[in-house]
Structure formats: C-alpha cells, structure tokens
C-alpha cells in the first residue's frame, strides 16, 4: 500500500475526497500525513477527525524559503512518502524538493493547461468570455502549474454561469478525476521516467486522460 502525503493550504475539499476515497478502498494507499503551510487550514480538522496525523509547517517561521523547503523535505524524508500530492498548497516549491521528488509530486490546477497557470483561473474564463473550463492533473516540476500533464477534466462553460456556479462545477470535476489518477499512480498503471509518462495498458490508462463532465 502506498504511503501518501496531502499538502495543503486551505480548506481541503480535494483532500477529503482523497481520505473518503482511501477509506472505501477505491485508492490501495494510506495517508500518512497531511502538511500545511497554514496553521488555519480548514483541511487540518478534516485530517484529525480521521485520525490522520497532520504537521503544520509555516513558511512564516522560516527566514527563507530554503529553510522552509528544508523542513518540508526533512519531514517528507521521515515519513517515507511514495506519493506527494498537493491538494490546494499555496506555496511555489523550488528544485530542492521537485527534482529530488520528480515523479512522486502531483498537483491538481484548476484550468485546462497550459491556459490560466497561476491565479484567478475561473475569473479570466468568465472574463475572456470562455466556452469551455476544466482541471489538470500534473506531475510537478520546479515551473509553476507545469510538468508533464497526466489528466484533464472539461466542462462547458453556460452563459449565465457565475463564478460560485464555475467553482462548484469545477471542484465536483476534482473530486472525481484527482482520486482517479491517484488510484492509478498507486496501482502503478501511471509513472514518470526518463521518457516522459508511461500509462500502462489498461483499459482505463491507454494514454493521457481525458474526461469531459457533462454537468
Ligand atoms: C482547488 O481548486 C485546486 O485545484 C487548487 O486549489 C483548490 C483547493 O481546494 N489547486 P480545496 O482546498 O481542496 O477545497
């Protein structure tokens, strides 16, 4: 079973689904901790009242982001995680961590990538007056919201949509496609080497993936 770690900065609505997700047995893996830079994040008490062990480390009681990167690798090194998933983590990670992890980090970004890395993805859709919205799952490389794409989630944008439409539709896409992928990365059906991403033959895993939502 894979040991996971969860990094978070906020609520964690992508981290509960991957705890429920655990739970049933849908995903062979184990949470072994979940990290915040935040010692508020709302995803801390999900954590705890699963009784999964949580570790704050705040980027404001490090005088630099190396010294911050230097306890989030000591602790990812002590846990032992085979799998580092960034669940709404708001903090940029540098090549300390991503090359040492490469092939271990997975983020999930709200956009259909390489469109909106960065913030605010939802207001530039309804701004730039989109049809279409969605989510990337990505394998993480030391560039913002890059990295060798694994999954994509799409849904239509409806003229009338606003913004609390969008976030809703877009993170019921996440909660669905993350812990799929995830599923798959520790099935080992999905892995990153020298050649780029390998989806192992399956039915589900042929090549990149793609869902379109109808809802
Ligand atoms: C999600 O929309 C995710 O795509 C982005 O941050 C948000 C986190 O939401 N990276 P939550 O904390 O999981 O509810």
């Known amino acids: 079973m894979k040991r996971i770690a969860v990094l978070i900065s906020g609520s964690g609505t992508n981290l509960q689904a991957i705890i429920d997700r655990c739970r049933s047995g849908y995903i062979d893996g184990k949470i072994v901790s979940v990290i915040s830079n935040n010692p508020n994040a709302f995803g801390l008490e999900r954590a705890a009242s699963s009784n999964i062990e949580t570790k704050i480390i705040n980027h404001s009681d490090y005088q630099s982001r190396d010294a911050f990167e230097d306890a989030l690798y000591e602790?990812?090194?002590?846990?032992d995680a085979d799998l580092i998933v960034l669940a709404g983590f708001m903090r940029i990670l540098s090549h300390k961590i991503t090359d040492y992890f490469m092939g271990k980090i997975i983020n999930i970004h709200p956009s259909l990538l390489p469109k909106y890395p960065g913030l605010e993805t939802h207001k530039k859709v309804i701004s730039n007056k989109d049809n279409s919205?969605?989510?990337?799952?990505?394998?993480?490389?030391s560039e913002l919201d890059s990295g060798p794409l694994i999954a994509q989630g799409e849904i239509k944008i409806h003229h009338n949509d606003n913004?609390?439409?969008i976030i809703n539709r877009i993170h019921r896409i996440e909660h669905l496609i993350y812990p799929e992928v995830i599923k798959l990365i520790c099935n080992n059906q999905i892995i990153l080497n020298d050649n780029g991403i390998e989806f192992k033959?399956?039915?589900?895993?042929?090549?990149?993936?793609?869902?379109?939502?109808?809802f």
């Open 75 to 79: 602790h990812l090194a002590e846990i």
């Open 201 to 214: 033959e399956n039915e589900n895993t042929k090549g990149f993936i793609y869902r379109y939502y109808d």
């Open 133 to 141: 919205h969605g989510v990337s799952v990505h394998f993480v490389s």
């Open 163 to 165: 913004i609390d439409d």
